[in-house]
């Protein structure tokens, strides 16, 4: 489905991703895992066109999406042909209330005529959402808006969908939710390309996973392979 061949990105002169190739096949949830500065947000923004964004950042390397070469593309266009991204730190439409913030995810008139089907599936994965849906999405607690984030991405109805760090700053017991959230959504048919720093339970669903270390692939293989391997364990698990 998606497939990344030799990607290098650069911001300025300074080379951040070094012939990246990965791919996530339909079905499938791949996790990219790595510390700080490694280039993880880099690399999905990259996948979804939103960079390079500067004159001055370049990149080279191919992008496939369905057999499609993504070079060229617009941002929306990337929506168009089925992706969805989460960015970093839950970013929603403040002022907006969560129904707007939802619908304002449904804008391509594929999704749009699938709304209302595509909002009941947003309730069924958080029902919170439904239950504050005329409150503006600045007064929902930091777990809400990241629940409303992920159902945002989801009106669009992505094929492939990519989250980054969808639990960074919450809680153990929403960690927990957001994950069997992401578990849900794949198992409805959405391919999903993960980045997480919480190693543990982003392996623990996840079929295969990326360890992208100074913008490299240091490591890669099944989940459950990884979880086991010294590296990680050692650099990721503290153990
Ligand atoms: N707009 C930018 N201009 C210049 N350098 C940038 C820019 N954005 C990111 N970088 C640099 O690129 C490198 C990779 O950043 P990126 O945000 O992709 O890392 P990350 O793996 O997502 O890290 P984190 O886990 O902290 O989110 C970092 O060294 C960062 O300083
Ligand atoms: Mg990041």
Redesign the pocket.
């Known amino acids: 489905m998606l497939e990344i061949q030799g990607l290098n990105v650069f911001?300025?002169d300074?080379h951040?991703?070094w012939d990246v190739s990965m791919h996530v096949s339909p079905g499938e949830i791949v996790t990219v895992i790595?510390?700080?500065?490694?280039?993880?947000?880099?690399?999905?923004?990259a996948i979804v066109k939103l960079?390079p964004?500067?004159k001055d950042?370049k990149e080279s390397g191919k992008i496939l999406f369905n057999g499609q070469d993504l070079d060229g593309l617009s941002p929306e266009e990337t929506v168009r042909l089925g992706m969805a991204i989460v960015p970093?730190g839950a970013r929603v439409f403040p002022e907006m209330t969560v129904l707007e913030n939802l619908q304002m995810g449904s804008y391509i008139e594929t999704a749009r005529a699938l709304r209302k089907e595509a909002l009941e599936e947003v309730f069924s994965l958080f029902p919170r959402l439904k239950e504050r849906l005329h409150q503006k999405a600045k007064t929902l607690s930091g777990g809400e808006r990241q629940m409303l984030a992920i159902g945002r991405a989801l009106m669009s109805k992505p094929l492939l969908m990519l989250l980054?760090?969808p639990s960074l700053g919450l809680q153990p017991a929403l960690v927990v939710r957001t994950f069997a959230a992401v578990k849900e959504i794949n198992r409805r048919g959405v391919a999903v390309l993960l980045?997480e720093?919480n190693v543990q339970f982003s392996l623990e669903i996840s079929h295969r996973a990326y360890v992208?270390e100074n913008?490299r692939i240091a490591l890669e293989g099944k989940a459950s392979e990884l979880l086991g391997s010294e590296h990680i364990k050692k650099f990721y698990l503290a153990m």
């Open positions: 911001y300025g300074v951040i991703l790595g510390p700080n500065g490694a280039g993880k947000s880099t690399l999905l923004k960079m964004v500067a950042e970093e980054d760090e980045v720093q992208l913008g």
